[in-house]
Nanobody
């Protein structure tokens, strides 16, 4: 059973940065494509970023392009999301997700495993 555990969230001022991490266990990490999603209060789940199994192909939500950077360290079985120039609209619970297929996916239905979520709050 694949398990995902996020860390690195918290409270940050507008314009600041955070790095989220997601440690994966129970699977062959180098064969897993992964993604980050978020859910703001009162809103549905939203795709944020995705990366293929070997870390060469990525996809981003338009509003986070050039501010967020997704990466994958296969040696550490860890997924990262570097978030810069944060604003209040980025406030949400962030989830990492994994799929047993190597290619990038931008919809939640394409993912098989999910972390428990971690809060990111940006104060203005």
């Amino acid at each position: 059973q694949v398990q995902l555990v996020e860390s690195g969230g918290g409270l940050v001022q507008a314009g600041g940065s955070l790095r989220l991490s997601c440690v994966v266990s129970g699977g062959t990490f180098s064969r897993i494509a992964m993604g980050w999603f978020r859910q703001a209060p009162g809103k549905g789940r939203q795709f944020v970023a995705a990366i293929n199994s070997i870390g060469k192909h990525t996809a981003y939500l338009e509003s986070v392009k050039d501010r967020f950077f997704i990466s994958k360290d296969n040696a550490k079985s860890t997924l990262y999301l570097e978030m810069d120039s944060l604003n209040a609209e980025d406030t949400a619970v962030y989830y990492c997700a994994a799929r047993g297929i190597t290619t990038v996916a931008t919809t939640g239905e394409a993912y098989d495993y999910w972390g428990q979520g971690i809060q990111v709050t940006v104060s203005s």
